[in-house]
C-alpha cells in the first residue's frame, strides 16, 4: 500500500523524539552464515532477506535497500572489481572521447545488477509495512563521473563539456526508468548519492549536477515517492543553493561537512540527516566513542527541528554491531 510521503516528512519535522535514519544495510551480512559481501550483492533473495533483518533488528525510521556507486555503471559496461568484504567499485573508464559519449547505448533497466536490486526491493516490500522503503541510486554526475573516469571528470567539464552533457542526459535518461522501475516495485522513495558533485564549484555544479538532479526529480517524485539527495562533498555548502532549490525536501550529507553549519541553510519545510563518521567511529570506533560522537552532533543539531540523525554515508560491511547499538542507545539516551 503506498505511504503518503509528504506527511512522512511533516510527521518527522512535528516529532519531538525522531527516529534515526542511519545509510545501514551492508552490515547485516554479519548476520547470515556463511554469506559475503560477493554474495549479498548478486542476489535478491539475500538482499531483501538482510533489509528485513536490519528492519527487525534496528529502530530505523525507514528500510534502505542495498545500493552501492557501481550498479548503474556495470549496468552501461563498466568494469567493476567484486570482493567478499567490501562493496564493489567501478575500475577505469568506458568513455575516452566525445565519440565514445555519442555512441554511448542507453541499457534496458534490469540489465546486470539493477535487475536484482529492484526485486530485492520488490520482495522486501511484502514483508516491511512497517515504514517506508527507500531504494539506492547514484547520482546523474557521479554516475557519469565513473564511466568518464573519476579523477578526470572535473577537467573534462572544461575541457569537454559537451562530451559530459552527452553523457549526463543518456545516464539521466536511465535513471528515471531506474527510479520509476523502483517505484513499481513499490518502493516509497529513493536516495540518490550524488557525491562526486561534491568536487564541483557552484556554478558548474548547478549546470552538470543540479539540473539533471532536477530532471530525475520532476519525472519520478509525487506524493507517495520522494527523492533523497545525498551528497557527502566536502564543498556542500558552498553549493547548497543549488541543492536546495532541486525539488528534494529531504537531504542528506557526509561527515565532510560541519552539520551544524549547514543546518541553518535547509529549509524549514525540508529535512537534514547526517552524519556520524562512518569510517573512523561506526567501522573503526569503540561503542563509547559512537556513543559520544553521536550525542555531541545531537546536542548541536537536535536544536533545529528539521535536523534527523544519521551516518555521513554507507556504514561499511564490516562494522561492528556494538558500535551500531551504541549509535542508537545514543539516540535514545538523547530523547529520554
Same mark, same amino acid.
Given at each position: 500500500?503506498? #505511504?503518503?510521503?509528504?506527511?512522512?516528512?511533516?510527521?518527522?519535522?512535528?516529532?519531538?523524539?525522531?527516529?534515526?535514519?542511519?545509510?545501514?544495510?551492508?552490515?547485516?551480512?554479519?548476520?547470515?552464515?556463511?554469506?559475503?559481501?560477493?554474495?549479498?550483492?548478486?542476489?535478491?533473495?539475500?538482499?531483501? #532477506?538482510?533489509?528485513?533483518?536490519?528492519?527487525?533488528?534496528?529502530?530505523?525510521?525507514?528500510?534502505?535497500?542495498?545500493?552501492?556507486?557501481?550498479?548503474?555503471?556495470?549496468?552501461?559496461?563498466?568494469?567493476?572489481?567484486?570482493?567478499?568484504?567490501?562493496?564493489?567499485?567501478?575500475?577505469?573508464?568506458?568513455?575516452?572521447?566525445?565519440?565514445?559519449?555519442?555512441?554511448?547505448?542507453?541499457?534496458?533497466?534490469?540489465?546486470?545488477?539493477?535487475?536484482?536490486?529492484?526485486?530485492?526491493?520488490?520482495?522486501?516490500?511484502?514483508?516491511?509495512?512497517?515504514?517506508?522503503?527507500?531504494?539506492?541510486?547514484?547520482?546523474? *554526475?557521479?554516475?557519469?563521473?565513473?564511466? +568518464?573516469?573519476?579523477?578526470?571528470?572535473?577537467?573534462?567539464?572544461?575541457?569537454?563539456?559537451?562530451?559530459?552533457? @552527452?553523457?549526463? #542526459?543518456?545516464?539521466?535518461?536511465?535513471?528515471?526508468?531506474?527510479?520509476?522501475?523502483?517505484?513499481?516495485?513499490?518502493?516509497?522513495?529513493?536516495?540518490?548519492?550524488?557525491?562526486?558533485?561534491?568536487?564541483?564549484?557552484?556554478?558548474?555544479?548547478? @549546470?552538470?549536477?543540479?539540473?539533471?538532479?532536477?530532471?530525475?526529480?520532476?519525472?519520478?517524485?509525487?506524493?507517495? *515517492?520522494?527523492?533523497?539527495?545525498?551528497?557527502?562533498?566536502?564543498?556542500?555548502?558552498?553549493?547548497?543553493?543549488?541543492?536546495?532549490?532541486?525539488?528534494?525536501?529531504?537531504?542528506?550529507?557526509?561527515?565532510?561537512?560541519?552539520?551544524?553549519?549547514?543546518?541553518?541553510?535547509?529549509?524549514?519545510?525540508?529535512?537534514?540527516?547526517?552524519?556520524?563518521?562512518?569510517?573512523?567511529? *561506526?567501522?573503526?570506533?569503540?561503542? @563509547?566513542?559512537?556513543?559520544?560522537?553521536?550525542?555531541?552532533?545531537?546536542?548541536?543539531?537536535?536544536?533545529?527541528?528539521?535536523?534527523?540523525?544519521?551516518?555521513?554515508?554507507?556504514?561499511?560491511? +564490516?562494522?561492528?554491531?556494538?558500535?551500531?547499538?551504541?549509535?542508537?542507545?545514543?539516540?535514545?539516551?538523547?530523547?529520554?
Amino acid at each position: 500500500m503506498s #505511504k503518503d510521503m509528504n506527511k512522512w516528512i511533516d510527521d518527522m519535522l512535528a516529532a519531538d523524539k525522531k527516529q534515526a535514519v542511519p545509510v545501514l544495510t551492508f552490515p547485516s551480512v554479519q548476520m547470515m552464515d556463511g554469506i559475503t559481501v560477493d554474495d549479498l550483492v548478486r542476489n535478491a533473495d539475500l538482499q531483501a #532477506k538482510g533489509m528485513q533483518i536490519i528492519a527487525e533488528r534496528t529502530p530505523c525510521g525507514a528500510a534502505l535497500s542495498y545500493m552501492d556507486l557501481s550498479v548503474e555503471a556495470e549496468a552501461f559496461g563498466s568494469t567493476i572489481r567484486y570482493s567478499d568484504e567490501d562493496v564493489p567499485t567501478v575500475i577505469g573508464s568506458i568513455l575516452k572521447e566525445p565519440e565514445d559519449a555519442e555512441a554511448l547505448v542507453v541499457p534496458e533497466v534490469g540489465t546486470g545488477r539493477t535487475g536484482n536490486s529492484i526485486e530485492a526491493v520488490r520482495m522486501a516490500a511484502q514483508n516491511i509495512t512497517d515504514r517506508p522503503i527507500l531504494a539506492g541510486v547514484i547520482g546523474p *554526475f557521479s554516475l557519469a563521473g565513473r564511466l +568518464l573516469d573519476v579523477t578526470e571528470a572535473l577537467f573534462l567539464c572544461y575541457d569537454e563539456p559537451e562530451m559530459v552533457h @552527452e553523457t549526463l #542526459k543518456k545516464v539521466t535518461e536511465f535513471q528515471i526508468k531506474y527510479c520509476q522501475a523502483y517505484k513499481e516495485a513499490g518502493a516509497d522513495g529513493v536516495v540518490m548519492a550524488e557525491p562526486l558533485a561534491g568536487i564541483l564549484s557552484e556554478d558548474l555544479a548547478e @549546470e552538470f549536477s543540479a539540473e539533471y538532479v532536477k530532471q530525475i526529480v520532476e519525472a519520478v517524485q509525487d506524493d507517495n *515517492f520522494i527523492v533523497v539527495y545525498h551528497n557527502c562533498g566536502n564543498s556542500t555548502i558552498a553549493t547548497i543553493d543549488s541543492i536546495v532549490n532541486n525539488g528534494c525536501r529531504v537531504f542528506h550529507f557526509g561527515n565532510a561537512i560541519d552539520m551544524e553549519e549547514m543546518m541553518p541553510l535547509i529549509p524549514e519545510n525540508c529535512v537534514a540527516m547526517g552524519n556520524v563518521d562512518p569510517s573512523s567511529q *561506526f567501522r573503526n570506533g569503540t561503542p @563509547e566513542s559512537v556513543y559520544k560522537a553521536t550525542t555531541e552532533l545531537m546536542e548541536k543539531c537536535c536544536k533545529y527541528p528539521n535536523f534527523v540523525i544519521s551516518s555521513g554515508c554507507d556504514i561499511p560491511p +564490516l562494522s561492528p554491531w556494538e558500535n551500531i547499538d551504541a549509535f542508537f542507545k545514543a539516540v535514545d539516551d538523547f530523547y529520554a
